[in-house]
T-cell receptor
Framework: TQLLEQSPQFLSIQEGENLTVYCNSS?????LQWYRQEPGEGPVLLVTVVTGGEVKKLKRLTFQFGDARKDSSLHITAAQPGDTGLYLCAGASGTYKYIFGTGTRLKVLA | DAMVIQNPRYQVTQFGKPVTLSCSQT?????MYWYQQKSSQAPKLLFHYYDKDFNNEADTPDNFQSRRPNTSFCFLDIRSPGLGDAAMYLCATSRPWTSGYNEQFFGPGTRLTVL
């Protein structure tokens, strides 16, 4: 069974701090997505990484795919209250299936 | 704007009373998914369609059924909702996985309450 473990599970930080969320697996994924979900809404796609070692930036967010395509990280620089939400990674696996990570709930305090 | 639409956003039903949730998409994607998400947990895949081909997850209860009458629409039927079925139900779509960018796009979800 493929699993994606995210850490930390919960994170509460002050505005302006930096943070990193990790998404780890023992399985290889053809691609990996990161989503942010706000309460009462569906997940919103932030980025897709495909190539081992790939780094993508989205404003203050930096995403990295591990060389072996088994893990990924999301780094947020100078977090803002608007970054608050549930962050989910999801690996593309098998035939049209996505394995979701366990989720990281981030709260950024003003 | 191309998007995934779910109706209603909030649904209240009674224990045992059948309910149908709907999803439509203007993305013209071949693949459509239904997920169940309980509070602060990751979405759990119930089933997916590739065009008309239906794929049920092994642990999806028989109480949950789905229909996809055409490319744009997909329905989730819960035949006899129990209290444990109260959750957010998410619809998602994706293109065929012919390239590396196997991306899913989600609708806003329907929050189901069972009384």
């Amino acid at each position: 069974t493929q699993l994606l473990e995210q850490s930390p599970q919960f994170l509460s930080i002050q505005e302006g701090e930096n943070l990193t969320v990790y998404c780890n697996s023992s399985s290889v994924f053809s691609s990996l997505q990161w989503y942010r979900q706000e309460p009462g809404e569906g997940p919103v796609l932030l980025v897709t990484v495909v190539t081992g070692g790939e780094v993508k930036k989205l404003k203050r967010l930096t995403f990295q795919f591990g060389d072996a395509r088994k893990d990924s990280s999301l780094h947020i620089t100078a977090a803002q209250p608007g970054d608050t939400g549930l962050y989910l990674c999801a690996g593309a696996s098998g035939t049209y299936k996505y394995i979701f990570g366990t989720g990281t709930r981030l709260k950024v305090l003003a | 704007d191309a998007m995934v639409i779910q109706n209603p956003r909030y649904q209240v039903t009674q224990f045992g009373k059948p309910v149908t949730l709907s999803c439509s998409q203007t993305l013209n994607h071949n693949v459509m998914y239904w997920y169940q998400q309980k509070s602060s947990q990751a979405p759990k895949l119930l089933f997916h369609y590739y065009d008309k081909d239906f794929n049920n997850e092994a642990d999806t209860p028989d109480n949950f059924q789905s229909r996809r009458p055409n490319t744009s629409f997909c329905f989730l039927d819960i035949r006899s909702p129990g209290l444990g079925d109260a959750a957010m139900y998410l619809c998602a779509t994706s293109r065929p996985w012919t390239s590396g960018y196997n991306e899913q796009f989600f609708g806003p979800g329907t929050r189901l309450t069972v009384l």
